[in-house]
């Protein structure tokens, strides 16, 4: 199962998020599952560096796969942080669309940051 969390600061801004884990929803090279999430994830973290400017902090497993982690900065310009938000925001809920028709496969949950 892939397990997602998003990290939201009191402000209500997400700063960082964590995938692990595999689908496991069909054969390598034809799961739908892990291949969705991991084209949303990827394109957020091209788009943060792209359109926002900035290279969010990434942690990757290169070996076996499973495992993001991506955190955005805190020393932003407005203009950055109004982009990234809106990347992660629409990441979030293009997760959460594969969550409700595959709950058996992806569990995605948002935590605020204490």
Avoid: W
């Avoid at 892939?2 to 990290?7: C, D, L, V, Y």
């Avoid at 994830?41 to 926002?52: C, K």
């Avoid at 809106?86 to 959460?96: A, D, S, T």
Wanted: aromatic fraction near 6%.
């Amino acid at each position: 199962m892939i397990k997602g969390t998003f990290k939201r600061n009191d402000a209500g801004q997400i700063v960082s998020f964590t995938l692990t884990g595999h689908a496991d929803a069909g054969p390598y090279g034809s799961d739908i599952v892990c291949a969705g999430v991991s084209a949303l994830a990827i394109s957020t973290v091209n788009g943060i560096a792209s359109l926002a400017g900035f290279d969010p902090i990434v942690d990757v497993n290169e070996e076996d796969g499973g495992y993001l982690y991506t955190e955005v900065s805190s020393i932003m310009t407005q203009e950055q942080t109004n982009i990234a938000e809106i990347l992660l925001e629409n990441l979030l809920l293009g997760l959460q669309s594969i969550e409700a028709e595959n709950s058996e496969y992806i569990q995605i949950k948002t935590i605020t940051d204490k």
